[in-house]
């Protein structure tokens, strides 16, 4: 058994949370973490690299109740929920769920959680990096309507990778693998409370198993283990690798509530003409008629393999800064260093070379198609 990993390395009193699931991180090895929503995200437990493929060839389990659930319950909760995004809700239907935008008055992006309709007047919104229960409970104050909006105690796990299915159908039989993409079931696990959703940030076959009771998390991850040792499953940390590869942005760096969706590429999440009001529909409407300014670029990048940016690299055309990397990795499959570079318009066209300064010098760039395997996105459907 592996020395546990040291927490008072990165932390400092009790001021940042543990989840249901943390001390199974620490029984199990993991190595390094980060902090999200407030919270300890495991980061790996092995190289990266090794993680990476294992995902991409057997099944992974992580930990990742950092996406921290904002419930909107109450009389108006389909319409207060709808005001929060661009995305027509009304398409929604209980026991779906959606990628969504949460947008202020500017419509830029102030989180991109994944939605989940329970019920009519019932959603979780699984937020990203950003304290979108205060946002929410901050723009309800002022709404006039009647809703109630609160952290549930809902705790998921993600269960990733080829033989996520076979783990699925061992844990709750031949029913779940009807599941389609972005819909769920409410279950019980041996007592467990769950909700099963075929979602998942890796752009490969996934699950998330949602825990409704915090007191249980070290039976559900034992008994999730336990399923899938047959099928060789690991502990891993989010790939930072397979998401890039798969067009999967993060927010707080490639984009940002200074970021539009139509900068992001992500204009698909966008319905200006919904029955629904939303925040920053006047200022969506205005971007669309005139135009982005710049735009987030798939980009390759020659040179040596690189580590994992760990901050903005600089975009230059000509020898004049132009724009930014915000996310950029080496793809062990494609062999070849890619990233996403949010410049302007002019540069951002399939083709275009630029430079960027890397940390051990500038490497050579070309704008190219995201994302960057399986752009179908016929993978995680399958």
């Known amino acids: 058994m592996p020395e546990p ?22 029984r199990y090895g993991c190595r390094a973490y980060t902090v999200y929503n407030h919270m300890f995200l495991p980061s790996y437990y092995d190289d990266p690299v090794n993680e990476y493929w294992h995902l991409l060839n057997e099944v992974t389990l992580w930990d990742v109740s950092v996406e921290r659930n904002t419930e909107i319950t109450g009389p108006d909760a389909f319409r207060f929920t709808s005001l929060l995004t661009p995305r027509d809700l009304s398409k929604c239907r209980v026991g779906q769920g959606k990628y969504v935008l949460i947008t202020n008055e500017d419509g ?37 309507m009647q809703v109630t909006i609160r952290e549930p105690d809902v705790s998921p796990l993600q269960v990733q990778g080829p033989k996520s299915k076979q783990v699925v159908q061992a844990l709750f039989g031949d029913q779940v693998l009807a599941l389609r993409y972005y819909y769920f079931i409410e279950r019980d696990l041996d007592g467990i409370p769950v ?4 979602t998942g940030w890796t752009s490969e076959i996934g ?21 899938g040792r047959p099928f060789n499953i690991r502990p891993t940390g989010p790939s930072d690798i397979r998401r890039i590869e798969g067009g999967i942005l993060n927010h707080g760096v490639d984009i940002t509530p200074d970021t539009n969706p139509y900068e992001a590429g992500l204009d698909r999440l966008v319905d200006l003409d919904k029955d629904a009001e939303f925040l ?11 135009g982005v300014k710049r735009r987030l670029a798939g980009i390759e990048m020659e040179g040596a393999p690189i580590e994992f940016n760990m901050t903005r690299w600089p975009v230059r055309k000509g020898g004049e800064t132009v724009g930014q990397v915000t996310s950029a990795i080496y793809s062990p499959r494609l062999e070849k260093n890619i990233g996403y570079a949010m410049v302007p318009v002019a540069h951002a066209a399939l083709g275009t070379e630029l430079e960027v300064g ?6 050579r760039a070309v704008v190219v198609p995201m994302p960057f395997v399986d752009p179908g996105k016929m993978i995680p459907k399958s």
């Open 5 to 26: 990993f040291d927490m008072r390395l990165i932390q400092r009193g009790a001021r940042l949370r543990r989840s249901p699931f943390f001390e199974a991180t620490l």
């Open 195 to 198: 909700v099963v959703t075929r």
């Open 358 to 363: 890397a940390p051990g010098g500038a490497v």
């Open 108 to 144: 830029g992006i102030v989180n991109d959680p994944v939605l989940l309709r329970l019920g009519e007047q019932h959603f979780w919104l699984a937020g990203a990096d950003s304290d979108l229960l205060l946002y929410a409970k901050g723009l309800a104050y002022h709404s006039g």
């Open 280 to 290: 920053g529909r006047e200022a969506l409407r205005r971007v669309r008629a005139e």
């Open 207 to 227: 699950y998330e198993i949602y825990l409704r009771d915090g007191t249980r998390g070290d039976e559900l991850w034992e008994r999730i283990m336990e399923a």
